[in-house]
């Protein structure tokens, strides 16, 4: 059993900044692929970040050059550091790790991300 919760969204203007936090338990976090993903209103879930237990790195083309994933493994935690926020980017965020069987998948309860026009 693994738990995910996801802190640090709130209300930003655009152009803005917030920082997404994801801490992890129940698990060996350093063995995760992890990333983020977004859900909009009306939306289908969509992949955001992902960073895997190797350090490789993708991001969706619409946050590319904008977001940065990161993760601590001594503090069981995975980082979205969020630039130049647009309206766009208005969803709530979800942390996500697959088990490193690829087996399952464990997701957070989310954390919502307003960005004004």
């Known amino acids: 059993q693994v738990q995910l919760v996801e802190s640090g969204g709130g209300l930003v203007q655009a152009g803005g900044s917030l920082r997404l936090s994801c801490a992890a338990s129940?698990?060996?976090?350093?063995?995760?692929?992890m990333g983020w993903y977004r859900q909009a209103p009306g939306k289908q879930r969509e992949p955001v970040a992902r960073?895997?237990?190797?350090?490789?790195?993708n991001y969706a083309d619409s946050v590319k050059g904008r977001f940065t994933i990161s993760r601590d493994n001594a503090k069981n935690t995975m980082y979205l550091q969020m630039n130049s926020l647009k309206p766009e980017d208005t969803a709530v965020y979800y942390c996500?790790?697959?088990?490193?069987?690829?087996?399952?998948?464990?997701w957070g309860q989310g954390t919502q991300v307003t960005v004004s026009s």
């Open positions: 960073i895997t237990s190797g350090g490789t790195i």
């Open positions: 996500n790790g697959v088990r490193p069987d690829g087996l399952y998948v464990y």
């Open positions: 129940g698990s060996i976090f350093s063995s995760y692929s």
